[in-house]
Each structure stands twice: as C-alpha cells, then as structure tokens.
C-alpha cells in the first residue's frame, strides 16, 4: 500500500488536495536571503533543521556563532531550544534574533498510554515560558491556513477545540473572573477572501486590543518523519507559506504592535528536499519525476494525522493560557 502521496500544486489530486495559489520560484538573491543557496535548495521551516543543515554544510569544521542550542526530555517529549543571539545567527539560521522550541513528540507518535496527556501538558508549559503573559492580559490566538486543504488546515482546525472567552468574561466578569480573555480568528486565504491573513487578523487587532497573539499555522519539514509528530515554537513570530516558496505577510510584533508566538506544525515535505536527503540532487531524474513542476509530500493518513495534532496544539495553548486548568478539564468544557 501507498504510504505517501505526492501531490502537485495547483492540481487535484484524487480529491486530496487543491492548491489555490500557484508558487513562484524565487530568483537567486531571494533564495539566498532563505538560505537555499547555502542548503542546496532544501526547504524547511524548523530552525532545528536549519541548524542541522549548517551543520551538515560544515561539516563540523567551523562553530556556529550566534546560536546556542540545549536539549531535555519531559514528559515523553524531546525539547531542543535553538536561540538565535544575534545578526551573525540569524544569518548563519536565516532566521530573526529569537527563540525556538521544537518539541519531538514521541510518546505520543508511539500511542503510549498518556501520550496526548503528556505532550499537552508540555506544550503548555513551554508555550507559557515564552507568552510571559500578565495575569489580566487579553489573548489573540489566530488560526491560519486553508481549511479545505487538509494539510493546510492544522490552523484553522485547532480552534475548533479552543477555549474562547472573550465575550464571556466581557459579560460576566465577577462570575468567569478565573479565565483568561481569549479570542479567536481564522482569517482564511487570499484565494478565497481576496485579503492578505495579515490584513484580517490586523483588522481584529486594532478591534479587539489584544495584549498578545499566538499565531497557528503549518510548516515545512525536510523529514517525513517529522511531519505531524513535531511542533515548533517561536517568538519571533511567523512569515507564513515561506518554507514552500509562497511566502505572504509577516506575523510579528513590528507588524501588530504586541508581542506575536507562533505554533507550527510541519505537515509536507517539499519533493526536491526529500530527494537530496536521499542522495539524488537535482537533474534529469528529478524533472522527470516532477515533470518540472514543484511538488510536496504529504503522508496518506494526514486527515487523522492533522485533526490529532490540531487537537494536541489547542490543549497545549489552552493549558498555557488557562492557568489551573487541567486536561480533564478542558475536555469537559470544550468538546
């Protein structure tokens, strides 16, 4: 049985996919400024790779300045923490002066015995160290994608298991005095609205005055083996689209005026990425298999995959937010 599928932007595939936009390859400066010179073309999202693709270019024969990297186990999950220090990191990462957090979710990959629980509650916890929140503090959580698109969807799809409050503690202050204010937006794709996601959600912004914003989207992965079994968190925000050539506008604190965190989850791997790690760089073979056309790579149960991890993603950013709150909790007023 067929455990990838590959699908073709801009085509439909059995039913599985429509891409709406069609991706523009970017000229050589563009590329360079994303690191795809340096990586041979490889595309991702994660700075974990993008460090393990440094690495690999130099082949341990020069450090890498700029960035510190840690790693822990909690609770089942794999944490590594890459920070980017400063401009000689950024550049090296091609990614903004921040932290990272990619958290490999093991047990919960394996269907261990309190594998969901576990991963929810140490995505929580790490969300949380990088909100900072005040404890009246208003929460934007914003829900990107394409919701028609099943590996799109991971944004949209998690706030279907949010805990919206916003109105509640509006109306009834004294009586949901221990919830946090949060609101929610999924501002669709430009293909559909005819509106930029940043246009949308800025709009919000300016109504709602929120103190902070958590931006939900999906990523790129260089690694199958990554894909919906890994989230990364930034508080850099979020450039959304950029890991497969379709990069829109910024979600970060210059553009919003408040400090933005983003929760991807990497849902594709891009063809010509997944064929270098495989040792076949490029050429004849690679155009005949892509009839010159890019294409991504997707497993074939990303609908389960995607409505697990969209689920796992609200949790954790409903425990972060949520102080006191456990996941029985939440289960119980949200589902």
């Known amino acids: 049985m067929q455990k990838y599928i590959i699908a073709v932007k801009n085509t439909k595939i059995k039913s599985f996919f429509v891409f709406s936009e069609k991706n523009r390859i970017p000229?050589?400066?563009?590329?360079?400024?994303?690191?795809?010179?340096?990586?041979?073309?490889?595309?991702?999202?994660?700075?974990?790779?993008?460090?393990?693709?440094?690495?690999?270019?130099?082949?341990?024969?020069?450090?890498?300045?700029?960035?510190?990297?840690?790693?822990?186990?909690?609770?089942?999950?794999?944490?590594?923490?890459?920070?980017?220090?400063?401009?000689?990191?950024?550049?090296?990462?091609?990614k903004p002066v921040g932290t990272y957090l990619t958290l490999e979710l093991t047990a919960l990959h394996r269907r261990e015995r309190d594998g969901f629980r576990g991963a929810a509650e140490a995505l929580g916890r790490q969300l949380r160290g990088l909100l900072r929140l005040d404890d009246a503090a208003c929460v934007l959580v914003a829900g990107l994608g394409n919701a028609a698109i099943t590996p799109d969807a991971v944004g949209p799809k998690a706030l279907e298991h949010l805990l919206i409050t916003r109105h509640l503690v509006e109306q009834s202050p004294a009586f949901f005095q221990d919830y946090r204010s949060v609101a929610a937006v999924a501002p669709g794709v430009l293909g559909i609205t005819g509106l930029e996601s940043a246009e949308v959600v800025h709009g919000v912004v300016e109504k709602a005055r929120p103190d902070c914003m958590i931006v939900v989207d999906a990523l790129a992965s260089r690694s199958l083996a990554r894909i919906c079994t890994t989230v990364q968190l930034a508080d850099t925000g979020i450039t959304p689209g950029s890991g497969i050539h379709n990069a829109r506008e910024a979600f970060d604190q210059a553009r919003f005026g408040i400090p933005v965190v983003a929760v991807g989850v990497p849902t594709v791997v891009d063809v010509e990425t997944l064929l270098q790690d495989f040792g076949r760089p490029g050429?004849?073979?690679?155009?005949?298999?892509?009839?010159?056309?890019?294409?991504?790579?997707?497993?074939?149960?990303?609908?389960?995959?995607?409505?697990?991890?969209a689920k796992l993603v609200a949790y954790g950013i409903n425990l972060a937010v949520h102080q006191g709150l456990s996941v029985d909790d939440i289960a119980y007023l949200v589902e």
């Open 27 to 94: 000229d050589d400066d563009a590329a360079e400024t994303r690191g795809e010179v340096r990586n041979m073309g490889r595309r991702t999202d994660l700075a974990l790779e993008e460090k393990e693709l440094w690495e690999e270019s130099a082949q341990d024969a020069t450090a890498l300045s700029g960035v510190r990297a840690r790693e822990h186990d909690e609770q089942g999950v794999h944490i590594t923490e890459v920070e980017v220090l400063d401009g000689q990191g950024a550049a090296a990462l091609h």
């Open 283 to 309: 050429g004849p073979e690679t155009e005949e298999l892509t009839a010159g056309r890019q294409m991504i790579v997707t497993p074939r149960d990303i609908d389960a995959r995607v409505e697990q991890i």
